[in-house]
Each structure stands twice: as C-alpha cells, then as structure tokens.
C-alpha cells in the first residue's frame, strides 16, 4: 500500500469539532517482527476504551450503549431534525467518552426533544438495550432521560471553583456518591503518613474511593479480578501477545511488570514498571497504557485510563536529544532559587515520535508531547522520558493553515510575518522544552506533600512546564545548540502563547462560564500576570471595536517569564497551597464578559471549529494460505461513526453495571 499523505485531510466536522486523520510514516516499511509489536500494543490501548467511559460517569457505559441501539436501528426520515440533531449527540459523546464536552466538562445541552428520545428507545427490541433485570425499554428510556435532558443531573464533569465541595459537585465516577472532599482528603492523608517519605506510591491513583457497610471508607481498586478487571484481562492478554515482539529483554521486563501491575493492582509494581519504562530508550517502538493523568480528578489524584503506542521519528529526535543531553546546563542556569533546582538532572531522554495508535483518554483529541512518570522521586532518582509527536503536530499545523486566524487577531502584517517564519518551529521547540526539561526540572524541598497544591497542583504544574519553555527559548543557547536559526525566532514564540491566553482561548469557553480547564487556566495565569505586572513589555489595544495583543519589549517579557518561573517554582517546592490558590484564582479564572463576548463574535464569523481530534488507522493481520501470519495492513479508510461501532463492538470489555 502507498503511503499517503492524510494529517491535512478535513474527515468530518460537527459542534465544535473537527476530525482527522494521522499518517504513520514509514509503517510499511518496518520488518514484520516490529509491525506485530504495534498491532498487538495497538490492540492493548484500544481494550481499556470502556474503562474510560466508566471513570467519566457511573453510567456512561449504559449511555452509550442505549445511544448507539438508537443509532443503529434508527429507520425514520433521515432529514427529520431530532434525528440529525440526535446525530450529532451521539458523535459528541463518543468525542469525549461521555456526555460532558472533553475539555470545558460541562454537560452537552441536547438539541433533540425528549419525545424523540424516548420514543426511539421504548420501540427497540428489548434484546438491542442494556436492561437491568425486570426492567422495560420504557423505563430504561425514562431514566437515562432525565440524566441526559435536566440540566441539574450530573451538570458537570469536573468542578474546580474555589469554595465548592469539588466531589459533591462533580460527576466523575472516581469517588462513590456522597463522599465529600473532606471525607477523601482526610483518607489519604492517613495513608500518607503510613507510606515511605522519600519514596512514596501515588496513593489512590488505580481505584475508586466507597463506603463500607459500616460507613468507613475503603479502595476498590482497579485490578484484574477487582474493578474493571474484565478489561483490565484483555489488556493483558493483548500484552503478553506483543510480548514475544518486543525489541530487547528490557522491553519484555516492562511487559511483564505492567501486566503484574495490573493483575495485583499494587503501586510498589506500578513504580517498578515506571522505572523500567523510564530505563528503555532503546527501542524504536514505546507505548504507554494504563492510568497516567490526575486531570479527571477534582482531587488530582486518581489517573484516567490512557493507552498510545508510538513510533521513534529518529531524524527529528534530534531536536530533542539536544535538550536532554544539555539537560544539566538548563537546571543549573535556571532563574529559581537555587534550593530548589535539581544538583543533578538523572535519565532524562526525549525523542520525537509518530503516534501509531491512540486509545483512552488520548483519543479522539491528543496531546502532542507527553513527560511521564509522573512520580516525583522516581523523576527525581531515574530520571523521565519526554515525547513530541510529530505527526500529530503536523496535522494540528495544517488544518490551521489558511483558517483566518491570524488575519483577524493578529495586530499587524509584520507579527504575521513573524509568526509564518518562526511559527511551526517555535511551537514544537516550546513543546519539547515544557515536555523534556520543564516537566523534569526543579525539585520538592525534604518533607513537601507531591499533593500538597490540592486540586491547584496540576495548574501549577502545567505553569512551571510552561514558564520554564517561555524562559529558555529566547537563550542564546538554543541558537548555540543549532536548535534555532537566530536571535528572533523567539518571539513568534512569545506573541503567539500570550495572544492564547489573553484573547483567542476564550473561543473554547461558552460566554458566561469561566475558566476550569487545568492548561488552560495556566496559560491565562501566566499571560494575565505578564500584562499586569509588565505593562511596559505587553498591552491589550483596541482597533476600530476590536482588541488585540501588543508587545512593546520582548526582553522585558523574557524577565517577567523567569521571575514568575521562580516564584511558581519556590510554590511547588515548598508546597505552599494558599500562595498556589491566590495566583490561579486571581489570574487564572474569571473572564471580561465584554471581551469574551467580542472574541466569540469576531470568532464565529471564521466558521472553523476550536477542538480537533482523529480518526485512527485501523491495522488487519495478513495471513497465507496456511494460516500463517505474513504482513500487517494499515488502512486509513474508517469512517468516524464507524471506527466508534466498531470499537464499542469488538473492545466490550465490560458490563454496564
């Protein structure tokens, strides 16, 4: 098959969403040993998919399946509007694994009547619906009713505002109902105190927090024979199929103590296989899969199920290895207190890669540079690994390309110029600084709490990586290191990531809500106290009704980027909560509603979506007249609704209650 240029390729477009398609450059022509490790790794980050829609909402899995029956058997007039409206229900819930919006968590409003919902499931046969036992489509259809159309059932899927109960007030299936944030804080801080100090497991990361019969609280852990342990099965099974593929004994040992990990649901395990994971850089085939990210979490501390499987983009690596082997320079040159960098930057690597398959909570929308692990001592004794994905980026890059965003919110032809020229190159360098250095740079202070930011922790994180990106990309070194072509480029860096956050991001936030999201709220708290304690470096003019961002003096900006990387640096190391709590809250949340309202209107008239997500690429087995496997096929031919049946059919690797 020939390979064929797709990252460009508009697939589909509904709500504000977009979809399209990843080319895995290079798959056809990898010796089969390596094909079959990325289709049964591929086949592992696909088995979790249901546990996602679980985490999400404690009936996600009975939504779904309800929604999709309706889908399929659906044999009305395809022009009637509830239908088309109910269409586009469905391919936003399966856009963000549940019936809140992937990003914003707010509840999707339906767009289809009631009657047409319940009218389309109670004359489903009962054998195409997921009935409790005794129950009938009518009353099935009555329930799921009122959580998908009253606005106060489940409203939210993650609540951040300051003075909420965080866990009372969102809906996310990681903590039994009624179980208050005091209740669950105070849990795990007695679980602190009976765990190691210096080399403490993420506590609560791999299971959901219940009451006993006796009103106690106590884990269920997400293992095989435990919850979700179904797919937890199959995953494994997947695993131990790629097994005999992979590329060195190391590879083979992180199969093997991720597979225990799952299988006892123990940290200790799950901290070995990080660190093993961490340890193999040798191969040209990585993947991830398991519980990664606290983001789902009001509490940041239980991970939402995640799996991607990837391919070494070795001529671009280049860029990134730069970084990492100059890691020691960038920590020891840093603007933070001196206390609080690392005296000796351990393991840390950093590649460019292709993803090859995104699962879980990467699909269908996708980070485009991950650091992980997350432990802070094992980052801090072994060391991290850090990727951009590069096929990812490309795609993200040219759908944008002739959208009308620059035109309009850019403040001049010159800026535009810049951004042109430096744009792309920029963007990727930021990323691989935040992911590489910023993420592994700095250290706890002895005794500081991993969790004592709370449910700021992962804002402040994401502000540190930022800061520490924005800081170093205007250093001279860069251009030293070949990674930049002059002393300009970064300020197309610079205009760009405060244009997002103080104007063009509020697109993605409905007028009269605020801000919630983690990363976005760190690049408005940094572009928010940039413009408020340098006015001399940055301003918000207005033009002819319109605003605009404007740099008066990029090396001033570069000053205020490290004196707030210092500060936020000095909150994370010594765990200063009220301090983290004051800068997100002041700079990081509320909007003008005036400005926001403009930014939408001038916006809309753009006609483009603000999110994007993709399709993946589906692999087949090829087999010979005598059964045996001879090659591995990618096609890039699924359509969007259905890869999602297909998926929701061939990976049902659990029961809905």
């Given at each position: 098959m020939?390979?064929?240029?797709?990252s460009s390729?508009l697939?589909e477009?509904f709500?504000d969403?977009q979809?399209l398609?990843?080319?895995v450059p290079?798959f056809e022509r990898?010796?089969?040993r390596?094909?079959?490790?990325?289709f049964?790794?591929?086949e592992?980050?696909?088995?979790?998919r249901?546990?996602?829609?679980?985490q999400?909402?404690?009936?996600g899995l009975?939504?779904?399946?309800?929604?999709e029956?309706?889908?399929?058997?659906?044999?009305?007039?395809k022009?009637?509007a509830d239908?088309?409206?109910f269409?586009v229900?469905?391919?936003?819930?399966?856009?963000s694994s549940?019936?809140?919006h992937h990003y914003?968590?707010?509840?999707f409003v339906p767009?289809?009547?009631?009657?047409f919902?319940?009218g389309e499931?109670?004359k489903?046969?009962a054998s195409l619906?997921?009935l409790r036992?005794d129950e009938?489509p009518v009353?099935?259809?009555e329930r799921?009713?009122?959580?998908?159309?009253?606005?106060?059932?489940?409203p939210r899927?993650?609540n951040?505002?300051d003075?909420?109960d965080l866990l009372?007030t969102?809906s996310c299936?990681?903590?039994?109902?009624?179980?208050?944030?005091?209740?669950a804080e105070a849990f795990?801080?007695?679980?602190?105190?009976?765990?190691?100090?210096c080399?403490p497991?993420m506590l609560?990361?791999?299971?959901?927090?219940?009451?006993?019969?006796?009103?106690?609280?106590?884990?269920n852990v997400?293992?095989?024979g435990?919850?979700?342990?179904?797919?937890?099965?199959?995953?494994?099974d997947a695993?131990?199929?790629?097994?005999p593929?992979a590329?060195?004994e190391?590879?083979?040992?992180?199969?093997d103590?991720?597979?225990?990990?799952y299988r006892s649901g123990?940290l200790?395990?799950?901290?070995e296989y990080?660190?093993l994971?961490?340890?193999?850089?040798?191969g040209?085939?990585d993947?991830t899969?398991?519980f990664?990210e606290?983001?789902?979490d009001?509490?940041?501390?239980?991970?939402?199920?995640?799996?991607?499987?990837?391919?070494?983009d070795r001529e671009?690596?280049?860029?990134?290895?730069a970084?990492s082997?100059?890691?020691q320079?960038?920590?020891?040159?840093?603007?933070?207190?001196p206390?609080?960098r690392k005296?000796?930057?351990?393991?840390?690597s950093?590649?460019v890669?292709s993803?090859?398959?995104l699962g879980?909570d990467l699909?269908p929308?996708?980070?485009?540079?991950?650091?992980?692990?997350?432990s802070?001592?094992i980052?801090?004794?072994h060391g991290?690994?850090?990727?951009t994905?590069?096929?990812l980026?490309?795609?993200y890059?040219?759908?944008?390309?002739?959208?009308g965003?620059?035109?309009?919110?850019?403040?001049?032809e010159?800026?535009?110029?810049?951004?042109?020229?430096?744009?792309?190159?920029?963007?990727d360098?930021?990323t691989d600084?935040?992911?590489?250095?910023?993420?592994g740079s700095?250290?706890l202070?002895?005794?500081v709490d991993?969790?004592?930011l709370?449910?700021y922790?992962?804002?402040?994180?994401e502000?540190?990586a930022?800061?520490?990106?924005?800081?170093y990309i205007?250093?001279?070194?860069l251009?030293e290191?070949?990674?930049?072509?002059?002393?300009?480029a970064?300020?197309?860096q610079?205009?760009s990531?405060?244009?997002?956050?103080?104007?063009t991001q509020?697109v993605?936030?409905e007028?009269?809500?605020?801000i919630?999201e983690?990363?976005?709220?760190n690049?408005?708290?940094?572009?928010r106290w940039?413009?408020?304690?340098?006015?001399?470096?940055?301003?918000?003019?207005?033009?002819d009704?319109?605003h605009?961002?404007a740099?008066?003096?990029?090396a001033?900006?570069r000053?205020?980027f490290?004196?707030?990387?210092a500060?936020?640096?000095?909150?994370?190391?010594e765990?200063?909560?009220?301090?983290?709590?004051q800068?997100?809250?002041q700079y990081?949340v509320k909007l003008?509603?005036?400005?926001?309202s403009?930014?939408?209107?001038r916006?809309?008239k753009?006609?483009?979506a603000?999110?994007?997500g993709?399709?993946?690429?589906?692999y087949?087995l090829v087999?010979?007249?005598?059964?045996?496997i001879t090659?591995v096929?990618?096609?890039?031919?699924e359509a969007?609704d259905?890869q999602?049946l297909?998926y929701?059919r061939?990976?049902?690797g659990?029961k809905?209650f």
């Amino acid at each position: 098959m020939t390979q064929v240029s797709l990252s460009s390729v508009l697939q589909e477009r509904f709500a504000d969403l977009q979809l399209l398609r990843y080319g895995v450059p290079g798959f056809e022509r990898l010796p089969l040993r390596q094909k079959l490790l990325i289709f049964y790794l591929a086949e592992a980050a696909l088995w979790g998919r249901d546990i996602l829609w679980q985490q999400n909402c404690p009936c996600g899995l009975l939504l779904r399946r309800t929604l999709e029956a309706v889908y399929v058997n659906y044999d009305g007039p395809k022009d009637c509007a509830d239908w088309q409206a109910f269409s586009v229900y469905m391919k936003r819930v399966w856009f963000s694994s549940g019936i809140h919006h992937h990003y914003s968590c707010l509840k999707f409003v339906p767009e289809f009547s009631r009657t047409f919902f319940l009218g389309e499931v109670e004359k489903l046969d009962a054998s195409l619906l997921p009935l409790r036992a005794d129950e009938t489509p009518v009353q099935l259809a009555e329930r799921l009713a009122d959580i998908i159309f009253r606005p106060e059932v489940m409203p939210r899927r993650v609540n951040t505002a300051d003075g909420a109960d965080l866990l009372l007030t969102s809906s996310c299936n990681y903590y039994a109902e009624g179980i208050t944030q005091a209740e669950a804080e105070a849990f795990y801080a007695g679980l602190k105190q009976k765990s190691d100090p210096c080399r403490p497991p993420m506590l609560g990361m791999n299971s959901r927090l219940e009451r006993a019969a006796d009103g106690t609280l106590c884990e269920n852990v997400w293992r095989s024979g435990g919850l979700y342990g179904e797919a937890i099965d199959r995953i494994c099974d997947a695993l131990l199929q790629a097994r005999p593929y992979a590329e060195n004994e190391r590879q083979q040992a992180v199969i093997d103590t991720l597979v225990s990990f799952y299988r006892s649901g123990d940290l200790r395990t799950f901290d070995e296989y990080c660190i093993l994971w961490v340890q193999e850089t040798e191969g040209e085939v990585d993947f991830t899969n398991g519980f990664i990210e606290v983001y789902g979490d009001p509490l940041g501390l239980k991970a939402s199920w995640e799996g991607y499987v990837n391919i070494v983009d070795r001529e671009a690596t280049r860029r990134a290895k730069a970084l990492s082997d100059n890691a020691q320079w960038f920590e020891d040159h840093s603007p933070v207190d001196p206390r609080f960098r690392k005296k000796e930057c351990r393991g840390v690597s950093a590649k460019v890669i292709s993803a090859a398959m995104l699962g879980g909570d990467l699909y269908p929308a996708s980070a485009i540079g991950i650091n992980l692990p997350n432990s802070n001592w094992i980052r801090a004794e072994h060391g991290s690994k850090s990727v951009t994905i590069a096929n990812l980026t490309r795609a993200y890059n040219e759908a944008a390309r002739g959208s009308g965003m620059r035109q309009e919110f850019v403040i001049d032809e010159a800026t535009c110029r810049l951004l042109d020229t430096y744009g792309d190159l920029c963007d990727d360098l930021h990323t691989d600084l935040h992911e590489c250095l910023g993420h592994g740079s700095g250290q706890l202070l002895p005794g500081v709490d991993a969790d004592a930011l709370r449910a700021y922790g992962s804002t402040i994180e994401e502000a540190r990586a930022d800061l520490f990106g924005l800081y170093y990309i205007a250093d001279p070194k860069l251009v030293e290191l070949g990674l930049l072509p002059d002393g300009e480029a970064y300020k197309s860096q610079y205009y760009s990531y405060l244009l997002n956050g103080l104007l063009t991001q509020m697109v993605r936030i409905e007028e009269g809500c605020q801000i919630e999201e983690a990363h976005m709220r760190n690049r408005a708290l940094i572009s928010r106290w940039t413009l408020a304690r340098y006015p001399e470096a940055v301003g918000i003019v207005e033009r002819d009704g319109k605003h605009f961002v404007a740099v008066y003096d990029y090396a001033r900006l570069r000053q205020a980027f490290g004196e707030l990387l210092a500060e936020v640096q000095r909150i994370k190391s010594e765990g200063d909560y009220e301090a983290a709590r004051q800068l997100v809250e002041q700079y990081g949340v509320k909007l003008d509603a005036r400005l926001h309202s403009e930014i939408r209107q001038r916006y809309r008239k753009l006609d483009i979506a603000p999110y994007k997500g993709f399709i993946n690429p589906r692999y087949t087995l090829v087999h010979d007249a005598a059964g045996n496997i001879t090659d591995v096929s990618i096609t890039y031919d699924e359509a969007y609704d259905e890869q999602m049946l297909r998926y929701s059919r061939q990976y049902n690797g659990l029961k809905e209650f």
